[in-house]
């Protein structure tokens, strides 16, 4: 009996204290690069034909929600493949050509910030910065939807683009007010 509760001591030392976070698997939504593959995606979003789509994948999702939630959009995917002439590491839009995703509440709202100041697209990827925001914007509204489908709660939330400069400053005019749920 004492070997035990010296295993259960040490246990708990190492272990450290057990907390109360919650764990929800959940669909998550991504704008994810098609390159290096013979796909295109199937894009109601941009309506044309590119390397690109936003697809959904499940998610083990800890932290506040809808903040974190929406974190999740802009985590590395790497596609997984059968084929050892696929090789590459991440797929994620976002991380790709380096876009910013920042979440707050403020004022009861959900404000989504997409921070384009290091925005840089590498050669293979054949889309524009307006087609790459579009793709982001439509992951997170597709998360956000499907998360709020399953509880009876309104959400109220915007996406603001942040970090244009003179040459991109049109940008912002991608950014909206939405309103689901309840």
């Known amino acids: 009996m004492r070997n035990i509760l010296c295993l259960l001591s040490l246990l708990s030392l190492t272990l450290g204290p057990v907390s109360g976070i919650t764990i929800e698997v959940v669909r998550l939504y991504q704008p ?37 939630l929406v974190k999740a959009v802009g985590e590395p995917c790497k596609i ?15 991380i790709l050509c380096k876009i910013g995703l920042s979440v707050d509440i403020v004022e009861e709202r959900l404000v989504v910030r997409i921070n384009v100041s290091n925005l840089a697209i590498p050669e293979d990827i054949d889309l524009s910065s307006r087609q790459i925001l579009r793709l ?4 997170v509204r597709k ?12 959400l109220e939330w915007e996406i603001v683009i942040t970090g244009t400069g003179e040459k991109n400053a049109s940008l912002k005019d ?7 749920g309840g």
């Open 32 to 68: 994810l690069s098609l390159h290096g593959t013979d796909a295109a995606g199937d894009n109601e979003t941009l309506e044309e034909v590119v390397q690109a789509a936003v697809m959904s994948r499940p998610m083990a999702v800890a932290g506040a929600i809808p903040e974190d």
């Open 174 to 180: 991608l950014g909206r007010r939405y309103k689901f």
């Open 80 to 94: 997984m493949s059968n084929s050892p002439a696929y090789t590459l590491d991440e797929a994620n839009l976002l």
């Open 143 to 154: 998360t956000l939807e499907h998360y709020y489908a399953q509880i009876d709660e309104a």
């Open 136 to 139: 982001t914007i439509t992951a």
